[in-house]
């Protein structure tokens, strides 16, 4: 399966190294593009419009995918799903420590994309508000109660997802969490054995 993966703020596709390299030897196909600007000076929404395109250009149509989205790029990936029509293409998403209820940390940066993810914005109410576009895609949030980036760590949760609570030390070391890895490849597999019709096999 083709994974598409968006890292969060000031950061780089490079940040899923770990988790790629654990995907790819599964045989699925990992693609992490740099999303610029990193800090989303232009918006959350500018980002999205950007990934989309990046998905158009680089997964077939009719391809199975599957979207990861860390931090920011968790919010990224939900626009994407949402506003932009990608879940119809879509067979799973997996947010990691995504701030879908906002972040107090989101005060402490300028710019616009900080301004979307400070707690109560309308950017994260239009998230919330159009969640049904989902339509039954398969979620799965990622958190950590020792999140010191996402505060609080509840707001990682999101709306019709499952609530995956990791004992992680640190923010940035979720992506390439061993327990957050497993889950994700045992759940694509399910998926793949369900869509092949050879029964589904179990999450860790």
């Known amino acids: 399966m083709n994974v598409v993966m968006v890292h969060g703020f000031g950061d780089t596709g ?16 990992c693609l992490a593009p740099t999303m610029s600007p990193a800090d989303a000076r232009l918006g959350i929404e500018d980002l999205s419009v950007k990934l989309a395109s990046f998905v158009d250009g680089e997964v077939p149509a009719g391809a199975p995918m599957a979207m990861v989205g860390f931090s920011m790029g968790a919010l990224v990936v ?47 109410r239009g998230l919330a508000e159009g969640a049904a576009n989902l339509g039954g895609l398969p979620a799965f949030a990622y958190r950590t109660p020792f999140d010191l980036m996402v505060t609080p760590s509840t707001s990682c949760r999101m709306a ?24 994700i490849a045992a759940t694509l597999a399910a998926i793949e054995a369900s869509a092949s019709g050879a029964g589904p096999a179990g999450a860790a």
């Open 160 to 183: 019709g997802a499952e609530d995956v609570v990791v004992w992680c030390p640190f923010h940035s070391l979720m992506p390439g969490n061993t327990r957050v890895m497993g889950h």
């Open 14 to 29: 490079r940040l899923f190294r770990r988790m790629s390299r654990t995907l790819e030897e599964r045989g699925h196909a």
């Open 78 to 124: 939900r626009h994407y799903l949402q506003a932009l029509g990608g879940a119809r293409r879509t067979r799973a998403f997996f947010s990691i420590a995504g701030p879908h209820g906002g972040t107090m940390n989101a005060y402490l940066y300028p710019g616009r994309g900080t301004r979307e993810m400070r707690p109560g914005s309308a950017f994260l």
